[in-house]
């Protein structure tokens, strides 16, 4: 039988044809002319090559670009390629030892000469003889990684039309004659076999070219066209609704307009996704921790392959900009890789309890069915930071997005479900507080995790004590602050001001949107901050080009929200220094997208409105303070503790303030820093439970303890 392949190609690997050598008998295989020919002046029996541009681990739908000399250079499947490169007997793969921007650049340089022709001459200048632009294979791939490094990576020689006796061939004397030409002697090229040797390349695999098509079969993840059709996501696959013919219009942030209609998930849809999640759960529940982690780093790759296209989405979703959603996708794709490489770790632990007898031992269970509600800012993020530790740990999930971002957990459920989680384990409903409330009311859901607002999270407490107990865990809105101390790196503080208030629009529930600066330094904070924020303000407008730093509001009515908290502390008597207006950016299509300009505000005071409640859009509010005990005093001054953070040149006075902070992150000289290995949370009315970290796995398994006693009798008390 055939081993069958488990290679994970990536953009940038290479792909070789080989053709046993003439000496061989049982594998020689008939071939063109031609391919006989590039063997014969090779140093052994490699003779075509191929450029991944498109990864997977499933090579049938791994997508090369590679010169054929009767199409040119074109981009198909492995298998198509397989089929149209000619004769051999086996593939082989090789991986560059190169910085994985290079690799990937060179796929992107091989994209730009889809359609050249084949260059039949092989000048290195890269034209053929009508002129126009044109490779042979190992050319193609020489240029692509040229153009990816900056400089030359892959040697050339001389090129060789005689064979190891030092005769010219005589299939090449004519082929260059039917071209009117003399057989080239000392012309620059490149033959496969030597790009084969080059020290730069690492073996990854091999495979019979005969029994391609036969062991590979899953298609690589692309996310859909279609992406806004069907989005409830239920026992592996798209769903139309039974909600009754309801539907919600999804508007988007970034053109103001109506992008698709989204049925709503009724109680009927509700069961229906938690019943095809409990279906599925012992299935899933049965795997080793370290089968799990295995298809979620999958999970983590297919991300990173489909960045752009997902990024692309989050953007359309929420309004952020593409350079930001990248970054949320990107870190998605780590957080599946961490709770993958944690999920094995989920063990019990045992406890001898005196004697040779008696012991106990406890077994960490999944919980069952969890269902999910997140919140709009971070669509893709948020899901992942729930549905990844709650599979590791082996139970299903059925998760509602926020009705105003409601396309991107579909994707991940899709992707998902592609690299092989069990269909029913993710599971996606689309709706607003009714969907909400009935998957929290379903007597099937064993545990709530939750995103989004105060008065939505104390609903949903109480929700999850109604029918049967369950656990929650809450991540709620904040009102956070930022102490810049007399003795702060002023230029780093400006920094981290305008991380902790610009960020996705503003809208982040750690945001510090109240500055704390000494009196001392509040001047030179102010000068250099209003400096930046203006640079900041000439990058608001459409969030899909790159250029672009801030986005826009994720709606009408949030957008006006914001708009009268400003509005509400210029009627206080607070000084607007800067911003705090629609934008209008010049292109037509986003004309009437939801922008607003970065604010900043001063001379509030502690008791209006601006300043205790939470905001969540891009307002900064600058608050001089005299002393220390003044400003801990005053940053503690709320209902929420999601974080807050400070900046000092003093290490002792930061370590000092921050264990006097109530709030579940502290930032000390920096601020929205993220990272998944750090638990993230808040106390008071911030929530509580963890997300990130290990502690997240607490939340989606319980305790079973067992006690044991292996002696034969057992002494009775009575
Ligand atoms: P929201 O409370 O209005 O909605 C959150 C989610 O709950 C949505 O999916 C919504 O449809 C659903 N929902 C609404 N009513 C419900 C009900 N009665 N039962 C069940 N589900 C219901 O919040 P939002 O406007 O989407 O998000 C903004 C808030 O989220 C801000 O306060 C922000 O600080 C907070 N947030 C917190 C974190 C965190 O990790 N702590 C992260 C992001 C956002």
Same mark, same amino acid.
């Given at each position: 039988?055939?081993k069958?392949?488990?290679?994970?190609l990536?953009?940038?690997?290479?792909?070789? &044809?080989?053709?046993?050598?003439?000496?061989?008998?049982?594998? =020689?295989?008939?071939?063109?002319?031609?391919?006989?020919?590039?063997v014969?002046?090779?140093a052994?029996?490699?003779?075509?090559?191929?450029?991944?541009?498109?990864?997977?681990?499933?090579?049938?739908?791994?997508?090369?670009?590679?010169?054929?000399?009767?199409?040119?250079?074109?981009?198909?499947?492995l298998?198509?390629?397989?089929?149209?490169?000619?004769?051999?007997?086996?593939?082989?793969?090789?991986a560059?030892?190169?910085?994985? !921007?290079?690799?990937?650049?060179?796929?992107?340089a091989?994209?730009?000469?889809?359609?050249?022709?084949?260059?039949d001459?092989?000048?290195?200048?890269?034209?053929?003889?009508?002129?126009q632009?044109?490779?042979y294979?190992?050319?193609? +791939?020489?240029?692509?990684?040229?153009?990816?490094?900056?400089?030359?990576?892959?040697?050339?020689?001389?090129?060789?039309?005689r064979s190891? *006796?030092?005769?010219?061939?005589?299939? &090449?004397?004519? /082929?260059?004659?039917?071209r009117?030409?003399?057989v080239?002697?000392?012309?620059?090229g490149?033959?496969?076999?030597?790009?084969?040797?080059?020290?730069?390349?690492?073996?990854?695999?091999?495979h019979?070219?005969?029994?391609?098509?036969?062991?590979?079969?899953?298609a690589?993840?692309?996310?859909?066209?279609?992406?806004?059709?069907?989005?409830?996501?239920?026992?592996?696959?798209?769903?139309?609704?039974?909600?009754?013919?309801?539907?919600?219009?999804?508007?988007?942030a970034?053109?103001?307009?109506?992008?698709?209609?989204?049925?709503?998930?009724?109680?009927?849809?509700?069961?229906?996704?938690?019943?095809?999640?409990?279906?599925? /759960?012992?299935?899933?529940?049965?795997?080793?921790?370290?089968?799990?982690?295995k298809?979620?780093?999958?999970?983590?790759?297919?991300?990173?392959?489909?960045?752009?296209?997902?990024?692309?989405?989050?953007?359309?979703?929420?309004?952020?900009?593409?350079?930001?959603?990248?970054?949320?996708?990107?870190?998605?794709?780590?957080?599946?890789?961490?709770?993958?490489g944690?999920?094995?770790?989920v063990?019990?632990?045992?406890?001898?309890?005196?004697?040779?007898?008696?012991?106990?031992?406890?077994?960490?269970?999944p919980?069952?069915?969890?269902?999910?509600?997140?919140?709009w800012?971070?669509?893709?993020?948020?899901? =992942? &930071?729930?549905?990844?530790?709650?599979?590791?740990c082996?139970?299903a999930?059925?998760?509602?997005?926020?009705?105003?971002?409601?396309?991107?957990?579909?994707?991940?459920?899709?992707?998902?479900?592609?690299?092989?989680?069990?269909?029913?384990?993710?599971?996606?409903?689309?709706?607003?507080? *009714?969907?909400?409330?009935?998957?929290?009311?379903?007597?099937?859901?064993?545990k709530?995790?939750? =995103?989004?607002?105060?008065?939505?999270?104390?609903?949903?407490?109480?929700?999850?004590a109604?029918?049967?107990?369950?656990?929650?865990?809450?991540?709620?809105?904040?009102?956070?602050?930022?102490?810049?101390?007399?003795?702060?790196? +002023? !230029?780093?503080?400006?920094?981290?001001?305008?991380l902790?208030?610009?960020? =996705?629009?503003?809208?982040?529930c750690?945001?510090?949107?109240?500055?704390?600066?000494?009196?001392?330094?509040?001047?030179e904070?102010?000068?250099?901050?209003?400096?930046?924020?203006?640079?900041?303000?000439?990058?608001?407008?459409?969030?899909?080009? !790159?250029?672009?730093?801030?986005?826009?509001?994720?709606?009408?009515?949030?957008?006006n929200?914001?708009?009268?908290?400003?509005?509400?502390?210029?009627?206080?008597?607070?000084?607007?220094?800067?911003?705090?207006?629609?934008?209008?950016?010049?292109?037509?299509? +986003?004309?009437?997208?939801?922008?607003?300009?970065?604010?900043?505000?001063?001379?509030?005071n !502690?008791?209006?409105?601006?300043?205790?409640?939470e905001?969540?859009?891009?307002?900064?509010?600058?608050?001089?303070?005299d002393?220390?005990?003044?400003?801990?005093?005053?940053?503690?001054?709320?209902?929420?503790?999601?974080?807050?953070?400070?900046f000092?040149?003093?290490?002792?006075?930061?370590?000092?303030?921050?264990?006097?902070?109530?709030?579940?992150?502290?930032?000390?000289?920096?601020?929205?820093? +993220?990272?998944?290995?750090?638990?993230?949370g808040g106390?008071?009315?911030?929530g509580?439970?963890?997300?990130?970290?290990?502690?997240?796995?607490?939340? /989606?398994t319980?305790?079973?303890?067992?006690y044991?006693?292996?002696?034969?009798?057992?002494?009775?008390?009575?």
């Amino acid at each position: 039988m055939e081993k069958e392949t488990k290679l994970w190609l990536k953009e940038g690997d290479l792909v070789f &044809w080989v053709k046993k050598s003439s000496t061989a008998t049982s594998d =020689t295989i008939s071939s063109s002319a031609f391919e006989d020919a590039v063997v014969a002046v090779g140093a052994n029996a490699v003779y075509h090559v191929a450029l991944v541009v498109g990864g997977g681990q499933l090579l049938e739908a791994v997508e090369v670009v590679h010169a054929l000399p009767s199409k040119g250079v074109v981009r198909q499947t492995l298998s198509q390629a397989a089929a149209d490169g000619g004769a051999g007997t086996y593939l082989e793969f090789f991986a560059a030892d190169l910085s994985v !921007d290079v690799r990937y650049q060179s796929a992107q340089a091989a994209f730009k000469k889809l359609g050249a022709a084949y260059n039949d001459v092989f000048i290195e200048t890269c034209v053929d003889l009508k002129g126009q632009e044109a490779y042979y294979c190992c050319q193609l +791939v020489r240029k692509c990684y040229e153009e990816a490094a900056g400089r030359a990576i892959f040697p050339t020689r001389l090129l060789n039309f005689r064979s190891s *006796e030092g005769e010219l061939i005589e299939y &090449w004397v004519s /082929y260059f004659a039917e071209r009117g030409l003399e057989v080239p002697e000392n012309s620059i090229g490149s033959h496969p076999q030597q790009l084969r040797d080059s020290v730069l390349l690492r073996k990854i695999g091999e495979h019979r070219l005969s029994c391609l098509g036969r062991t590979l079969t899953m298609a690589r993840y692309v996310v859909p066209k279609d992406v806004t059709s069907a989005l409830n996501f239920i026992a592996g696959a798209r769903v139309k609704p039974s909600g009754g013919g309801r539907s919600f219009t999804f508007v988007e942030a970034r053109t103001g307009k109506a992008l698709c209609e989204v049925p709503t998930s009724d109680e009927k849809q509700v069961d229906e996704a938690v019943r095809a999640a409990k279906a599925a /759960y012992p299935e899933w529940a049965a795997l080793s921790g370290l089968e799990r982690g295995k298809v979620m780093h999958k999970v983590a790759e297919t991300i990173r392959e489909n960045v752009e296209q997902i990024a692309y989405w989050e953007v359309r979703s929420n309004g952020k900009s593409i350079t930001e959603a990248r970054i949320d996708i990107l870190s998605s794709a780590d957080t599946w890789d961490f709770y993958g490489g944690l999920a094995p770790t989920v063990v019990g632990e045992h406890m001898p309890l005196g004697g040779p007898t008696r012991y106990a031992y406890t077994r960490r269970e999944p919980l069952g069915v969890v269902g999910g509600i997140g919140a709009w800012n971070y669509p893709f993020q948020t899901a =992942t &930071w729930k549905i990844a530790p709650a599979l590791a740990c082996g139970n299903a999930f059925v998760y509602k997005p926020s009705p105003l971002a409601p396309i991107t957990a579909v994707i991940l459920a899709e992707l998902l479900t592609h690299c092989g989680i069990p269909k029913g384990v993710i599971n996606i409903v689309q709706g607003e507080k *009714e969907t909400g409330e009935a998957l929290c009311l379903h007597s099937d859901v064993n545990k709530v995790s939750f =995103t989004g607002s105060v008065p939505t999270g104390q609903a949903i407490m109480k929700m999850c004590a109604t029918r049967n107990i369950k656990p929650v865990t809450l991540e709620l809105g904040g009102k956070s602050a930022l102490i810049v101390f007399d003795d702060a790196d +002023v !230029d780093n503080a400006v920094v981290g001001a305008m991380l902790a208030n610009y960020l =996705t629009q503003g809208e982040v529930c750690t945001n510090a949107s109240r500055v704390f600066v000494h009196k001392s330094v509040v001047k030179e904070f102010t000068d250099k901050l209003l400096t930046e924020v203006k640079k900041l303000a000439t990058k608001v407008g459409d969030p899909l080009l !790159d250029e672009t730093r801030m986005g826009a509001t994720i709606c009408q009515d949030h957008m006006n929200k914001v708009l009268g908290y400003i509005d509400s502390a210029r009627k206080e008597g607070a000084t607007i220094l800067f911003g705090g207006e629609r934008v209008t950016p010049s292109a037509d299509e +986003v004309k009437e997208g939801f922008y607003l300009s970065p604010c900043v505000i001063t001379d509030t005071n !502690d008791t209006m409105k601006v300043v205790r409640e939470e905001i969540f859009g891009a307002v900064l509010l600058i608050i001089p303070f005299d002393n220390e005990e003044d400003a801990i005093e005053r940053v503690n001054n709320t209902t929420f503790g999601l974080a807050a953070g400070l900046f000092s040149r003093n290490m002792r006075r930061a370590y000092q303030v921050a264990a006097r902070l109530n709030a579940g992150t502290v930032f000390v000289n920096t601020y929205n820093d +993220v990272d998944v290995a750090v638990p993230f949370g808040g106390v008071k009315n911030s929530g509580f439970g963890r997300e990130n970290g290990m502690a997240a796995l607490q939340h /989606y398994t319980s305790i079973k303890s067992v006690y044991v006693d292996t002696s034969d009798k057992l002494e009775s008390p009575f």
